[in-house]
């Protein structure tokens, strides 16, 4: 793209705010209710980073793989692709993300998780549980109605999020790449339609690589998987 | 060989009495589709073509999946325009769903005899340009486009020859490139200049008025059309001057409202032929398709109002 310097972000806005809220709110709607399954999904993604043990990694790696395909499948593909000829390529990168997460976490078993033993740790927590809860409440006290706002499992922020936190608590700064890019395309997203949280989820993908980065060696080696 | 002359004149004939059939169920089907008197329009310089001065833009707008609700929503919107007497309608590839919507709008709408479709090709490497005009031309529901612009002169090298040949074989009637925001305006001249276009797109506006340099005195000498794209800036012009009233002399251009008023200025240069401004709302197409009707500003009224935005 040739003056590449005189595009702005809202100049890659093809749709309204109000398109892309009602898009997510019928996708919402059309799911109902595996809100609630992947929501229980992401409490055992919480306590298996909090508690750790023996198959915790595994067990959080596999949850959060099968996720970031849903959420590639049933949010990029198939919904948001009707509004952005982009989502395919964003499709393509959570179904990459799912199979490192698969290939480091559930086949190598070179997770760490739990239980939490500093601040760097609790950080990791309060991210995951900020996914869970924290987004949905943000977007209601932002005025959306329920179907709008983010959920775990099912939009991409608050998936992008709980992994972010997993994986800070892993120390897995190499995994965190892809859920760190994503979480700036959506700010970017998010900012160009003017929205209040646009700077969340780039600026908490941005600490908590940071943070994975600075401390990467400071969690005990991996304990055997067998 | 008699009996095939006789066979295809009386196919001829049956073929005539269909079209005139058919032509005469579309008028009793959409009266309202008729031009209203008095409608402002520019003859397109390489054809004699006469076109509404005010287009309907598709970018963002008509963006809107498969939501059934917004669709209908822009289909009211296609129906209050060419009810008003529209015709061009402007839309991309790289628009996400707006082709889809506009095409599902027309067949609902019965295919308004009035349409001029314009669209754009924005694909690289441009071999691939035909294949990404077939799926263009097949979301729209049309049998062929009237206008094909090389989008934001995307691989215009390759698209242009393509397209050339296009209308050389009577698969399409216009021809033209498009450039937003000021963007490699030298190319676009080089382009005017060098290659037997019909059709060119810019932004122009009060407040965006590089265009008024080259481009359009260009286009004059050329025997181009202009389309303008970006009336409003997206919006944020009329949300910088909205909050300052109407200047007195709005009356005399009988502009009710400062979208009016900036469309008044867009139209009245004598080097456009047409603004695309882009909406969501039925009363908005009227208002816009309104400046089409009443006077349009002389040079000094221009002025007056380039003075007041740029006051404001």
Not at chain 1, 110 to 122: F, I, Y
Not at chain 2, 245 to 271: C, D, N, R, T
Request: glycine share 8%.
């Amino acid at each position: 793209m040739s003056e590449w310097w005189t595009y702005t972000l809202a100049d890659f806005l093809l749709f309204s705010p109000q398109t892309y809220l009602r898009l997510v709110e019928g996708y919402q709607r059309d799911v109902w209710p595996v809100q609630i399954p992947t929501l229980v999904l992401g409490v055992v993604v919480a306590l298996a980073a909090l508690r750790g043990g023996r198959s915790a990694g595994r067990i959080a790696a596999l949850i959060l793989a099968v996720l970031w395909i849903a959420v590639a499948w049933a949010f990029h593909l198939e919904r948001y692709a009707t509004i952005n000829w982009a989502a395919p390529y964003f499709a393509a990168a959570f179904v990459v993300q799912a199979v490192w997460m698969l290939a480091t976490g559930f086949v190598r078993n070179g997770w760490n998780l739990g239980p939490p033993r500093g601040t760097v740790d609790w950080i990791a927590i309060a991210l995951i549980v900020f996914a869970l809860a924290g987004e949905p409440l943000l977007g209601r006290a932002l005025g959306r109605a329920w179907p709008q706002v983010e959920v775990f499992g099912i939009t991409p922020d608050a998936t992008a999020l709980a992994t972010l936190g997993t994986l800070l608590m892993a120390r897995q700064p190499g995994s965190m790449a892809l859920p760190a890019l994503w979480c700036a395309v959506s700010g970017a997203l998010l900012w160009a339609m003017e929205a209040p949280d646009a700077l969340v989820p780039p600026v908490a993908a941005l600490a908590a690589l940071a943070l994975a980065l600075a401390t990467r060696r400071r969690r005990p080696p991996q304990r055997p998987a067998w | 060989m008699l009996q095939r002359t006789v066979v295809d004149a009386a196919r001829r004939r049956l073929l005539r009495a269909l079209a005139a059939g058919g032509i005469a169920t579309t008028l009793r089907a959409m009266p309202a589709f008729a031009q209203p008197a008095g409608l402002i329009t520019r003859p397109i310089p390489s054809s004699g073509e006469a076109l509404p001065v005010i287009g309907l833009g598709s970018w963002i707008t008509f963006n809107v999946g498969n939501d059934r609700a917004a669709r209908d929503g822009c289909m009211e919107v296609m129906r209050a325009f060419f009810a008003a007497g529209g015709r061009m309608i402007d839309s991309s590839p790289m628009y996400g769903s707006s082709q889809d919507v506009i095409g599902d709008g027309l067949e609902r709408l019965g295919k308004p005899a009035r349409l001029f479709s314009a669209d754009k090709v924005w694909i690289a490497p441009g071999t691939r340009g035909p294949a990404q005009i077939e799926r263009s031309r097949q979301f729209w529901r049309v049998p062929r486009f009237d206008l094909l612009q090389v989008h934001n002169l995307l691989a215009w090298e390759e698209h242009l020859p393509t397209l050339l040949a296009m209308k050389s074989a009577g698969r399409l009637r216009y021809v033209g490139i498009t450039t937003s925001e000021g963007r490699r305006h030298s190319d676009v001249e080089r382009i005017m200049r060098a290659h037997p276009i019909d059709f060119v797109q810019v932004s122009y506006n009060v407040a965006d008025r590089e265009v008024e340099a080259r481009i359009l005195p260009l286009a004059r000498d050329r025997g181009i059309a202009v389309i303008v794209n970006r009336p409003f800036r997206e919006g944020a012009l009329l949300k910088a001057v909205q909050r300052r009233p109407l200047p007195p002399f709005a009356a005399e251009m009988q502009a009710g409202s400062w979208a009016q008023l900036i469309l008044k200025f867009i139209v009245s240069h004598p080097a456009v032929t047409c603004a695309i401004p882009a909406t969501t709302r039925v009363d908005h197409v009227r208002e816009n398709m309104a400046v089409a009707l009443g006077p349009l500003p002389d040079a000094a009224l221009r002025r007056r109002l380039i003075e007041h935005v740029e006051r404001a």
